[in-house]
């Protein structure tokens, strides 16, 4: 963004000064002079000039201040730029093992925009491939192209391979205008190929960016293409006495229908419109003009409103995956400290995470803001959430052909906010569940299932994603398309793990897998029949590394949906052979058996396991599973069995936990609350009842990490001394855990949780201690104390009389504080007193 000149005008500028250096003439004035007369020979010419000078100024004026800053912004000092061009191979090993490192992929970015062609490409390449849907970074990597090549010579292969993989995931207006203007650089418009590929080039960019905001430059070019190039070429099915007239006709409706677009430089389109009709026939244009204002007004108030909403938005600033495989977020190439307050001794670079500078931190930027990526993921996604809202509202209240039919700008507008959102957000899975939500409900389903098939791409360990998209096809009923995206997930774990077993490596199937090929099972029984269920299970079950979860489902889906208990029981029976050992399988083939009332073989079941396992979990089922079908001779025999399995010898939690176990109905227990506290603090297993258990969330467990995890970063880590080595920590020692009994116990119990401290600093017990532990609190040292205050022993003061302050004992000494000279109550207590010793 260093030239504001278009790239057209200035690859021309440079034919002309190669064509004058081939033909002899000076460097002084006379190249200066015919340059200036070839480009200013005719009308048209200068004006195509003057409008596409004032096309890219007013641009930059719509980009955002932080795009701005992010293209004008240099490094702090040349040092500077010598250190890290130097070292940028460690930066982009840094960036590869923690991608989720916002502020090293913005030093990544200033590094690569102050360096030239070909030495910041490896920077440029590793930006897009992490983020391909900024459109920012691409425009950056295309300037850096076009205008900073160390040959002087732009690349055109390089920079058609760059439009070749950012232009169709980076529907900007930015991104497209730089495309058709460095497509015009190099067409030749005086010939019917050229104007037929610059033709195709603007009619497609309309199409994909035509209601952007920022699109009115590219409107622009494109009228101003269409007014200088001849007619004959422009229009080649018409006479040539008629070619002019259509191509004014062609001229007209472009302009019409640029100034139905909401967009930043709305009145520059306007005027350019009307010079355009003045120029033709004055008369025409009233009557033009006049049946174009109640269009205009509308599409001005929408502007509007529309300015109003992407106030503050940077289009193409991303987020950052939330979830990112192998990120650590807290793992910075720039030094956390030095941003927040102060570093003393650290290996990580020193500067402000936002603009670069060396003088000073993240804490005293001036403008705190990235400009590569979002400053925050819930706010860039509320932000887009209200522009996407704003146009579904339809303000400028555009209209179908029919009152039924929906107005395609419209569906086009809305779909370009979409695809705007994605740019940031495309690294979060509910933009995408959200985009093919909007098309599903519009009864859109292919491109609902092309939105999923994005997201997948975008986020291929997203599990959820697959799984929308199985459950659209289903939904339409295209079986084959739901098993097909199954299936393309356990293929390529399937291809994975037989490489991985052919090396010798032991495969473990991952959870979301697993959770795949149940599914998988399940969609084949509810979309097709049980032969493509049993199928399905099949193929499971032969997986590297299947586990029992694929049994169990198969076992539970033949009786769901038959009812025949033969199929499920021989199925848990095949899984017995692996997973008899497994407290899970057990469980699940025992609640099953007692589902169909086979009391029998569920005793033989947990006898085969107690003997193949005796873990406590197994015992616990099957105290349950007597406590629940069995007598008090079964009840009695398991809980004495179990007890001494499992080594609680101790009479007096045995019996405790055998009574709160068996006398529990739904949710009443033996013994109330109070008596609950009290056994637990002797040990005792209290059962849970369910709305205990419904307390119990993965956002509550989430909180309490988090605080922990606070807890745990609160406390300030030893800095070493300047210039000493640094050295790692050496562990801390593991610290026994032990459990307080009676009253102490139960005080501890009561105390609030760590979920109680996620919103507030944790309490410093420690300082607290090491105060007490510092005082002197002897006799002496307290006599000591009580003199400095000046108490007095026999004497009974006032506790205000102890503060020394002197507006209190001037108020003391006023004639308002002292006493009455005739204290009624006083003289009422000595009558008292002295009948009491008379009656006595």
């Known amino acids: 963004m260093g ?61 955002t201040e932080a795009a701005k800053e992010a293209c004008e912004s240099e490094p702090s000092s040349p040092t500077d730029v010598d250190v890290v061009v130097g070292d940028h191979d460690e930066l982009l090993e840094h960036l590869r093992e923690n991608p989720s490192d916002g502020a090293g992929w913005e030093r990544c970015a200033r590094i690569a925009r102050a360096m030239t062609i070909p030495s910041a490409r490896p920077l440029f390449d590793a930006i897009t491939e992490q983020f391909p849907r900024s459109s920012l970074a691409w425009c950056w990597y295309v300037d850096a192209e076009i205008e900073r090549s160390e040959s002087g010579t732009p690349d055109d292969e390089a920079i058609r391979g760059i439009f070749g993989k950012c232009l169709i995931p980076c529907p900007s207006a930015l991104l497209w205008r730089r495309y058709a203007s460095y497509m015009a650089s190099t067409q030749d418009v005086t010939t019917e190929e050229g104007v037929n590929t610059m033709k195709s080039v603007y009619e497609y960019s309309i199409d994909i960016v035509g209601e952007d905001a920022d699109a009115a430059d590219l409107w622009l070019d494109y009228c101003q293409f269409l007014r200088n190039t001849e007619a004959t070429l422009i229009v080649t099915d018409v006479q040539v006495e008629q070619a002019p007239s259509a191509r004014d006709m062609i001229v007209r409706r472009t302009y019409q229908k640029a100034i139905l677009v909401p967009m930043h430089k709305l009145d520059m389109v306007y005027k350019s419109y009307e010079a355009f009709e003045q120029e033709k026939n004055k008369t025409l244009a009233k009557a033009l003009l006049l049946e174009l204002a109640p269009k205009l ?51 990580c670079v020193h500067e402000c995470k936002y603009c670069g500078s060396s003088l000073h931190g993240a804490k005293d930027c001036a403008t705190k803001q990235y400009t590569l990526l979002a400053p925050d993921l819930k706010q860039c996604a509320a932000k887009w959430a209200e522009v996407i809202e704003f146009e579904k509202t339809n303000a400028q209240r555009l209209e179908g052909s029919t009152p039924s039919d929906g107005s395609p700008q419209l569906f086009a507008r809305i779909k370009h906010a979409y695809e705007l959102a994605g740019l940031s957000l495309g690294e979060t899975p509910e933009f995408w569940l959200e985009y093919a939500h909007w098309h599903e409900v519009e009864g ?25 998209a199985a459950d659209l096809e289903e939904t339409r009923g295209d079986v084959d398309a739901c098993k097909k995206v199954y299936e393309t997930v356990l293929d390529a774990y399937e291809s994975y793990a037989t490489e991985a077993a052919e090396r010798g490596e032991e495969v473990t199937m991952p959870a979301d897998t697993i959770l795949a090929y149940c599914e998988y099972i399940r969609a084949c029984r509810r979309a097709e029949d049980q032969a493509s269920s049993r199928k399905a299970f099949m193929r499971a079950r032969k997986a590297h590394g299947a586990t029992w979860e694929i049994y169990a489902t198969a076992a539970t889906i033949e009786w769901s949906y038959d009812k025949a208990d033969k199929p499920a029981r021989n199925i848990f029976e095949l899984g017995l052979k692996n997973f008899l050992s497994v407290p899970a399988y057990v469980e699940r083939y025992a609640e099953f058996l007692i589902g169909i009332n086979d009391i029998a073989n569920v005793r033989a079941l947990f006898g085969r396991a107690l003997s193949e396992s005796p873990s406590t979990k197994i015992w616990d089922m099957f ?20 007890n001494a399995a499992c080594g609680a010898m101790d009479l007096k939690t045995n019996l405790l936990n055998a009574l709160l176990g068996r006398h529990m109905c739904m949710d009443i227990r033996a013994a109330s609350a109070e008596y609950c506290d009290y056994f637990a603090s002797l040990g005792a297993v209290v059962p849970m009842n369910k709305a205990e258990a419904s307390r119990v969330s993965f956002a509550s467990l989430r909180a309490e990490r988090l605080a922990r995890e ?29 459990k307080l009994t009676g009253q102490l116990g139960k005080f501890f119990s009561s105390l609030p949780g760590p979920v109680a401290f996620s919103k507030f600093p944790p309490p410093r017990v420690d300082a607290v201690l090491d105060a007490i532990k510092r005082t002197d609190l002897s006799e002496e040292a307290i006599a000591g104390y009580l003199s400095k205050m000046g108490y007095q022993g026999g004497e009974k003061r006032k506790a205000i009389e102890l503060i020394d302050d002197p507006a209190l004992t001037a108020s003391r000494a006023a004639a308002s504080a002292r006493p009455p000279a005739k204290d009624v109550f006083r003289s009422r207590q000595g009558k008292m007193a002295r009948a009491q010793a008379e009656y006595q």
């Not at 440079?14 to 200013?40: F, I, N, Q, Y």
């Not at 098939?453 to 799984?467: D, K, M, N, S």
């Not at 609160?714 to 920590?729: D, E, I, L, M, Q």
């Open 623 to 642: 105290v349950d599973f007597e406590r629940s079908h069995g007598t008090m001779d079964t009840i009695l025999d398991a809980e004495s069995r179990r």
């Open 444 to 468: 859109r389903t292919d491109d609902a299932a092309d939105v999923l098939q994005r997201g997948r791409e975008a986020l291929p360990y997203c599990t959820l994603l697959v799984f929308a």
């Open 3 to 63: 030239d504001t000149k278009p790239a057209l005008m200035r690859l021309k500028i440079a034919d002309l000064r190669a064509r004058c250096a081939e033909s002899g003439l000076d460097e002084d004035g006379t190249k200066a002079d015919l340059v200036e007369r070839l480009l200013s020979g005719t009308a048209e010419h200068a004006r195509a000039k003057e409008s596409a000078e004032k096309s890219v100024v007013a641009n930059e004026e719509t980009l």
């Open 297 to 347: 007004l509308l599409t001005r108030t929408a502007l509007g409103k529309r300015k109003k909403v992407i106030d503050g938005v940077v289009v193409g600033a991303v987020c950052v995956d939330p979830v990112q495989r192998g990120a650590d977020g807290s793992a910075s190439v720039v030094c956390p400290r030095f941003n927040a307050s102060g570093c003393a001794g650290c290996d």
């Open 710 to 738: 606070a807890m745990i970063a609160a406390v300030p880590a030893p800095s070493a001394p300047k210039g000493t080595p640094k050295r790692k920590p050496p562990p801390p020692p593991p610290v026994e855990k032990t």
